[in-house]
Every structure is written in C-alpha cells, then in structure tokens.
C-alpha cells in the first residue's frame, strides 16, 4: 500500500506543478486551488509512505515520477518540445526510479 500512495502522491506532484505555471503569480482562482489541493495531498501521501519506506529511496521516487510526469505533461498539454535528448533523458529517469524500487 505504501508504494502505490508513493506514486498517486509523485503524479500529484506533477499536478500541482502545472497548476502552479498556470496560477499566473497566485490570481487565478481556479488553479490556484489545484495547486494547494494537490501539494497537500502529494505531501500528505509522501509522509505516509516514508513511514515504511526509506526517505532516500521514497524522496528519489516521488521526485522522478513527479519530475518525468511533470515534463510529460510539458510536451503533451502545453506544447513544450519533445526532441529525442529529452525522451531519452526522461527514460533514464524512468529506469532510475524502477532501478530504485527494484533494489529498495
């Protein structure tokens, strides 16, 4: 169970952070609670399953999911470029964080 909450809350954090580009400095209202609603439960989630996973391992994962999603999303939602260097580069992210949970 902890590591599934670890991955809703590493894809929330890829939520919160294309909310936060859209807030436009906080004045906009509605992404701006997208915002607050996802960091909540992206760092609600992050701190139960650091109760039974080791913060370095459960940190590396929630970052790369929310690191590699957020970038996803960059290229598919908001037109951002999606050259071969940046594809490779997110898949070793990838590898990085299923290197982690297989070797955790």
């Known amino acids: 169970m902890p590591w599934l909450v670890l991955v809703i809350s590493g894809l929330l954090e890829s939520v919160w952070a294309v909310a936060l580009s859209r807030t436009a400095g906080f004045t906009r209202a509605a992404p701006t ?10 760092m609600a ?14 940190y590396a994962v929630w ?13 598919l939602l908001l037109h951002e470029p999606a050259t071969l260097l940046r594809l490779l580069s997110l898949l070793l992210v990838i590898a990085g964080v299923i290197g982690l949970k297989v070797f955790h």
Do not use: D, E, K, Q
């Open 33 to 42: 609670a997208v915002f607050a609603a996802a960091l909540l439960l992206s």
């Open 45 to 58: 989630g992050l701190g139960y399953a650091l109760r039974s996973i080791p913060v370095g391992t459960g």
């Open 63 to 75: 970052v790369g999911i929310g690191a590699t999603g957020t970038a996803a999303a960059g290229m």
